[in-house]
C-alpha cells in the first residue's frame, strides 16, 4: 500500500516528466495544436498530458487555451530552479570527486553558487573558454597545474605574463617538459619577463586557478588532457580552502630554476625526476 509520501513523490515525478510543457505555458497560453508543435508530441500524448496537469489544478483551459493557475506558476517556478540546481550538481560531481582527496577539507555546500562549465558535445572547449575569460580579467594568477587546465591556449597565457600577470604555477615534470617541447620561444619569453614562477611537484590531483576575485578548479578526463569541467566560484570559503591547499603543494614542491634546461631535460629522458620534498 503506498503511503501519501510516496504518492507525492509520484506526483512529484509527473510534474517533473511534464515540466517542459508547463513552461511553454510559463511564457504563454497555448491551444493543444501550439503545444503539440512546441513540444514534439502526438495528440494522444498531449492530451494525456493536459489532463492530468488539469486534474492537478496547475493548469487551467480558458477560451480554448491551456494556461497556468497560481499554483501552476509557482510549481513551474520551484522546477525550473529545482532542474537547474540538480543540473549543477550532477556537473560539480567530478570535482567534488577530485577534492575530496585534497589536504584540506571542504564542505560541498561551499559551490553551491559556483558557476559549472562543462565539456559539452559539439563545443568541448567550453571549460577552457572559461578559464582564459577569467584569466584576461585578473592581474594574479597562482595555482597548479594551471598548463593543464588550458594547454591549447599557450599563446594567450604568454601574452598575459609578459605583460605583467604575476602567475605562480606548480607543475608535472612532464607536463614542464611537453611545454618546453612543444612552445620553446613562448616558455622562454615568459620565464624572462620576471612574472613567472615555476616549481615541480610529482602529484597534482586536479587544476586549481585563483584569480584575483574568483577560484577556478578544473578536472581533465581520465588518462587524458581534455579538460572535462571547470567549475569557478567567488566564494570567500572556497578561497580560503584553495590557499591554504595551495601551501600544502608549494611546500613539497622544487623551483624550476634549481636545474638547468639541459639537466632537466636529460632527467626527464632518463626516466624522470626525483624530486626531494
Keep these: 500500500m503506498m503511503t501519501a509520501e510516496s504518492k507525492e513523490t509520484d506526483r512529484l515525478i509527473d510534474m517533473l516528466r511534464r515540466s517542459a510543457l508547463l513552461e511553454e505555458l510559463q511564457q504563454e497560453a497555448l491551444d493543444r495544436g501550439e503545444l503539440q508543435d512546441r ?27 491551456f494556461q497556468l493557475t497560481d499554483a501552476g506558476r509557482l510549481l513551474t517556478d520551484a522546477l525550473t530552479t529545482f532542474k537547474r540546481d540538480a543540473g549543477s550538481a550532477l556537473r560539480l560531481a567530478p570535482v567534488l570527486d577530485a ?65 605583467g600577470m604575476k602567475t605562480e604555477d606548480l607543475v608535472l ?12 620561444e613562448k616558455c622562454m619569453e615568459a620565464c624572462m619577463s620576471g612574472y613567472l614562477t615555476i616549481q615541480l611537484h610529482d602529484c597534482l590531483p586536479f ?22 569541467v571547470f567549475v569557478d ?20 614542491a622544487v623551483l624550476m630554476e634549481e636545474f638547468t634546461h639541459q639537466e632537466f631535460h636529460e632527467a626527464m629522458e632518463r626516466g624522470g625526476l626525483e624530486l626531494t620534498m
Excluded at 572559461?130 to 597545474?145: K, N, P
Excluded at 615534470?173 to 620553446?184: C, G, H, I, Q, V
Excluded at 587544476?207 to 572535462?228: H, K, N, S, T, Y
Excluded at 566560484?233 to 613539497?252: K, P
Design 233 to 252: 566560484t567567488g566564494s570567500q570559503e572556497v578561497r580560503e580552502w584553495a590557499e591554504a591547499v595551495y601551501e600544502v603543494y608549494e611546500s613539497e
Design 173 to 184: 615534470p612532464e607536463a614542464a617538459k611537453n611545454a618546453l617541447d612543444e612552445y620553446p
Design 207 to 228: 587544476g586549481l586557478a585563483v584569480f584575483d576575485d574568483r577560484v577556478g578548479i578544473g578536472v581533465c578526463e581520465p588518462d587524458a588532457r581534455q579538460l572535462r
Design 39 to 65: 513540444l514534439g508530441v502526438s495528440r494522444a500524448t498531449c492530451h494525456r498530458h493536459t489532463r492530468t496537469l488539469d486534474e492537478f489544478g496547475v493548469i487551467e483551459r480558458v477560451d480554448g487555451r
Design 99 to 163: 577534492v575530496k582527496d585534497a589536504p584540506v577539507e571542504i564542505d560541498a555546500e561551499a559551490f553551491a553558487d559556483a558557476t559549472v562549465t562543462s565539456a559539452e558535445r559539439g563545443d568541448p572547449y567550453s571549460p577552457v573558454a572559461r578559464f582564459v575569460t577569467l584569466m584576461q580579467e585578473t592581474e594574479t594568477l597562482y595555482g597548479f597545474d594551471v598548463d593543464g587546465i588550458a594547454p591549447l591556449y599557450m599563446e594567450e597565457i604568454k601574452d598575459r605574463i609578459v605583460s
